[in-house]
């Protein structure tokens, strides 16, 4: 029984605006998918690490994390895909044969907190299959029809003008979980998740954003555990500047 963690970090991170992946990109001196290598570690519940970078930075990624001593676990840094999906496929085929469950998490959630592993680890581990840490949502959210946009009348000022969206529902907010990673399965279940949605893996309009989503498809059952909002992902330069405030406090 061993558990493998599959860190995505083949993303080009072109919404932060800057001329390297962005698992390269550093915070307080040292680079996200190095953070979050290093709370993996801390959990004391991953066993073996696979890492899936961009085509052309394997080597540099595997030199910086089996560098580290806070990382210290066994590696291997792989191509990623084309979408985050594809990148997560061809992590899982380095899974070795005792690996019974996987972690999938990204780089782009560098301070995901080691505490936060052992919950998803200790809830698949306990008997769910498929796990991901969740938090309430605090906005109110709606859904829209895309592509009906419409315009306003002649009169309309610039801001009338602009492109709108119509509004289709109102879901309630109280059972609303914005899901965050590391996303913990049973390997099997993953395994066919992966296999059975491999079809929409190579485009971007249609492949899944999260794992858990490819084993709702299969009609499986999912759960949430707590999330942490010290697991916030990073997108925007914006989200650099609160990522910082984790950086030195969260272990
Ligand atoms: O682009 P986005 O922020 O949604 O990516 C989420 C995570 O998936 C990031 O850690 C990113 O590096 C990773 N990713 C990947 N392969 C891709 C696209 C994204 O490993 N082709």
Redesign the pocket.
């Known amino acids: 029984m061993s558990t493998l963690a599959i860190l995505?970090?083949?993303?080009?991170?072109t919404r932060l605006g800057r001329d390297l992946?962005?698992?390269l990109v550093q915070v307080d001196g040292v680079p996200l998918v190095l953070h979050a290598a290093r709370r993996l570690a801390a959990s004391g519940v991953v066993d073996e690490l696979v890492v899936?970078a961009p085509p052309g930075a394997t080597a540099g990624v595997r030199d910086l994390l089996a560098a580290d001593p806070l990382v210290g676990l066994p590696l291997e840094v792989v191509d990623?895909?084309?979408?985050?999906q594809?990148?997560?496929a061809a992590g899982l085929a380095h899974a070795g044969a005792d690996v019974d469950v996987v972690l999938v998490h990204?780089?782009?959630?560098p301070f995901a907190p080691a505490a936060l592993v052992r919950r998803v680890v200790a809830a698949v581990r306990a008997g769910h299959p498929a796990v991901v840490p969740g938090l309430p949502v605090v906005d109110t959210i709606k859904t829209v029809s895309r592509g009906e946009h419409q315009t306003a009348g002649a009169h309309a000022s610039e801001a009338a003008t602009a492109a709108v969206e119509p509004v289709t529902g109102t879901p309630e907010r109280a059972v609303l979980r914005a899901v965050q990673t590391p996303q913990g399965f049973d390997r099997d279940l993953l395994v066919r998740a992966h296999a059975a949605g491999a079809a929409r893996a190579g485009a971007d309009h249609l492949a899944a954003?999260d794992d858990a989503g490819l084993v709702e498809a299969l009609g499986e059952r999912v759960v949430v555990v707590a999330g942490d909002e010290a697991a916030m992902?990073i997108?925007t330069e914006r989200d650099m500047h609160l990522a910082a405030l984790y950086a030195g406090r969260v272990a």
């Open positions: 995505t970090a083949a993303g080009s991170g992946p962005k698992a899936t990623g895909g084309a979408t985050r594809a990148s997560v990204d780089a782009a959630r954003t992902k997108t």
